[in-house]
């Protein structure tokens, strides 16, 4: 390919693209679609505020091309395209060409960048390639913030139609569905849920917890991506074991209205994600709650966090991750995780949404190391780790999987290989589906595992069995 | 006019101008990066993490860290290059005597010595960072035509300067050399604001990413009422 066919904001010829679109859309716009984008931009532009964004990235973006090399899609896909830069001057060029009087000038006087057809369908499939993990944001001199770009890209997308099918059905139930979650569990499946959660523990630990639901007046209303209640009954169980373990069985509740933590507006759409925030924060307030406890999730924990103040205003209730609060106890002495029990060689992977503000970096790392004797981190991590490939909602889209695997996950999976790892700890819903994925599809020797799974193994129950007792019974099912 | 006039002139008038230009448009990207922030954001901008912007610019000053991850090569040399391009204008004795003239400024000049080497100095990154724009595939497949522009544009100031303070190296006239040197400055202080060398004053403002994810409540359902009316947007 010449250099020429691929100078940011022209078009390039997308051969797959043409044949099968990057993935399902539901009602695609398939008429003027020039026109319906410039006018959804418009309407951005006019009432929300990243203008001045714009103003000042179209200008000075210096197309240093140091994000290039810090992005895990890219280094595998080599694709032109893929450089965050590039991603992002797309959508600077439509704005300088439409939306300024500078650019207006200039393609009268000259052939400029014109948006076109080819232009939005280049869109549609690079804005999604991308995992919004942000790691090219930290390696920008200037300090353009491609994941923010990119959402942004994404939000004027969605609103001419262009969203992953599997993101807007899921977002439809959780605002206007009966079940009001992601995965459309309803109340009555959440009870059961709890039952059996309940009557495991009851059989592992040898003590009968009764999940509390609808409690008013609690200090923690909890939340987790409401898929945690259909895949990952480990580290629910970690998490209700932590809570019992430190004394606060009676200071938390689950609300039977409102009980997911996902928030896919957080990927793609300013209205969404505002939504989301107020139909969390309405069920708070219907209990009462104090705080708003997050489970084992990057995106869900991110969303409330940093969304909840923004959303909620200046009362909000405060916002705490799982993680946090089980490092808050450790340290209180109030739980006690024995270290004689995990022999295995243990990684840590950091979700991007939590780790690359530096917000959950050291929290899970502590907690680790404190019953973990074999732990072993990977190299880079923290604030500069690498995304999963799944992030930005890519690991609810099942027909990417493949680019998913090949491309996105690439990095991630060679990264995991170098630990020589026997478990992997994601504390994040997303992460653990595409790391297990990843783990399957390249046949690394190694389980992924929440923080709580983990935790649910060492952690000492006051009148329970001890983790020792535990161990060797479930020795004894796996014979 | 004869050419020493010309030299006067471009002294003259024809740097008051070109400075006030560049300080004017420079000016006005301020006013209206303070303009937007304040009218969008409003009373948002105080819950922004401004600690955290602020650690984060400030991890730029002395890049050692983001350096060395990536592209070490190219991004010692952009590095140098650019205390090259702020020392050497600013603080060179023959500048600053324009600048007390001119302007009223009296700045502490560096030595003629530091002053030829830093211009040297420059001048080999300015080959550096052009070598990687056009070989490197990468580098090449971003870049834009202004993106050699420019580097040419800085390029002549330093090496017409240099030839001018330095007869001995000078295969021409002095003063054509002068001029050269003083329209190729002026010029880029046209440049400057219209391009991304604004980033002289806008890289201050690249970095509040943390500030615009402080997004607008009720924009959302204002866009979608615009755009959809209040049927079903989801």
Partial sequence: MDAKDIAPGTSVPLPAAEKTPFYYIEKPVTENRVDHLLRAFAAVLEFTDYKALLDSYCTSSAKCNRCAVSCPVYMVSGDPRDIPCYRTNILLEIYKRYFTIGGAIKARLSNGFELTEEVIDDMLEVFYRCTACRRCTQSCPMGVDHGLVTRLGRYILSLIGIVPKALQVSVREQLEGETHNTSKVPKEALLDTLGFLSDELNDMVGVKMEFPVDRSDRDYVFFCAVSDYLMEPDTLMGNAAVLYAAGDWDKWTIGTTNYDGINYGLFYSDWHLENIIKQLLAEVTRLRGKNILIGECGHASRSAHDFVPVFGGPTAQPVVSFIEYTLRCLREGRIKLDPNIITERVTYHDPCNVARSGWIVDQPREILRSFVPNFVDMTPKGQDNYCCGGGGGLVSIDEIHDYRMRIGGKVKADQLAKTGADIVIAPCANCKKQLKELVEYYELPCRVMGLHDLILRAIEIPGGKTPAERKEEAALMEM | ?234
């Avoid at chain 2, 952009?78 to 205390?83: A, G, K, P, R």
């Avoid at chain 2, 052009?130 to 993106?147: A, C, E």
């Avoid at chain 2, 050699?148 to 090496?159: C, S």
């Fill in chain 2, 1 to 234: 006019m004869n050419i020493e006039q010309w030299i006067d002139f471009a002294k003259g008038p024809l740097f008051a101008l070109t400075f006030m230009i560049m300080a004017l448009g420079l000016a006005r990207h301020i006013v209206i990066q303070v303009y937007e922030l304040v009218t969008e954001k409003g009373r948002r901008l105080t819950a922004a993490p401004w600690r955290k912007i602020l650690n984060d610019a400030a991890s730029w000053v002395v890049p050692v860290k983001q350096i060395m991850k990536g592209t070490p090569f190219f991004s010692s040399v952009s590095y140098l290059f650019h205390i090259g391009v702020i020392v050497v204008p600013v603080f060179l004795a023959n500048h600053i005597v324009l600048w007390e003239k001119t302007l009223g400024i009296d700045l502490p000049s560096i030595s003629p010595g530091w002053a030829d080497f830093l211009t040297l100095f420059t001048l080999a990154c300015v080959l550096v960072l052009l070598g990687f724009r056009i070989f490197g595939s990468r580098q090449r497949s971003m870049s834009r035509r202004i993106d050699y522009v420019l580097l040419v544009l800085i390029f002549l100031p330093f090496a017409t300067g240099f030839l001018a303070s330095h007869p001995s190296f000078n295969p021409f006239r002095w003063e054509v050399m002068m001029l050269v040197h003083l329209l190729s400055a002026e010029l880029l202080f046209v440049v400057i604001p219209f391009t991304k060398l604004a980033h002289i004053v806008l890289f201050g403002f690249d970095r509040l990413s943390a500030v615009h994810w402080q997004l607008r409540p009720g924009a959302g359902d204002k866009v979608a009422d615009a755009l959809f009316g209040k049927e079903a947007r989801v």
